[in-house]
T-cell receptor, first 112, second 114 residues
Framework: GQNIDQPTEMTATEGAIVQINCTYQ??????LFWYQQHAGEAPTFLSY????GLEEKGRFSSFLSRSKGYSYLLLKELQMKDSASYLC?????????????FGTGTRLLVSP | EAGVTQFPSHSVIEKGQTVTLRCDPI?????LYWYRRVMGKEIKFLLH????????ESGMPNNRFLAERTGGTYSTLKVQPAELEDSGVYFC????????????FGQGTRLTVV
């Protein structure tokens, strides 16, 4: 089975940098996703890591260490609109790229 | 281009009643997924269609849930009879090809069973 852990809630101030960690234990691994979800809205894709290392996309970066079962999402120059839930999701091996396994999400609150 | 749309956005029904949720995937997306988030828990996979065929329904909770995708376009998820524990947010997602790294989610249907 899979076990995905991420902090329940984090707070940060506008303009700052925040790192949201995600650890996972899985019997097989095909990649890790980060999604952003504003309250009442659809989860939206942020990033996908399958190899070790850092993927950068503007203000958002995602890091993966497969050997450590660890990922983080880094948000720079925080804006108020970044207040949302951030969902870590693993794509297990042998599922035919069919079913994401999600963590419970980290609620980020950005204050002025 | 329209995204994944779900209807209704909210539904409140009594225990024992029937509810049907609808998902319209992005046009041309053969893959359609249903997920569910129960209060306080993580989003969990329910099932996966490729066109009109069920590829994987291992996440369906029990036989009170029936998903269909006639014609390979929109999909419905029927809960009959609904129980209190079925309350949650039901998400639909679609992707163009199997193995696509990005699935697009709808905003979900919030189901409350009272």
């Amino acid at each position: 089975g899979q076990n995905i852990d991420q902090p329940t809630e984090m707070t940060a101030t506008e303009g700052a940098i925040v790192q949201i960690n995600c650890t996972y234990q899985t019997s097989g691994f095909n990649g890790l996703f980060w999604y952003q979800q504003h309250a009442g809205e659809a989860p939206t894709f942020l990033s996908y890591n399958v190899l070790d290392g850092l993927e950068e996309k503007g203000r958002f970066s995602s890091f993966l260490s497969r050997s450590k079962g660890y990922s983080y999402l880094l948000l720079k120059e925080l804006q108020m609109k970044d207040s949302a839930s951030y969902l870590c999701a693993v794509l297990p091996l042998n599922t035919g790229f069919q079913k994401l396994v999600f963590g419970t999400g980290t609620r980020l609150l950005v204050s002025p | 281009e329209a995204g994944v749309t779900q209807f209704p956005s909210h539904s409140v029904i009594e225990k024992g009643q029937t509810v049907t949720l609808r998902c319209d995937p992005i046009s041309g997306h053969d893959n359609l997924y249903w997920y569910r988030r129960v209060m306080g828990k993580e989003i969990k996979f329910l099932l996966h269609f490729v066109k009109e065929s069920k590829q994987d329904e291992s996440g369906m909770p029990n036989n009170r849930f029936l998903a269909e995708r006639t014609g390979g376009t929109y999909s419905t998820l029927k809960v009959q009879p609904a129980e209190l524990e079925d309350s949650g947010v039901y998400f639909c997602a679609s992707s163009q090809v199997t193995g696509a790294t990005e699935a697009f989610f709808g905003q979900g249907t919030r189901l409350t069973v009272v």
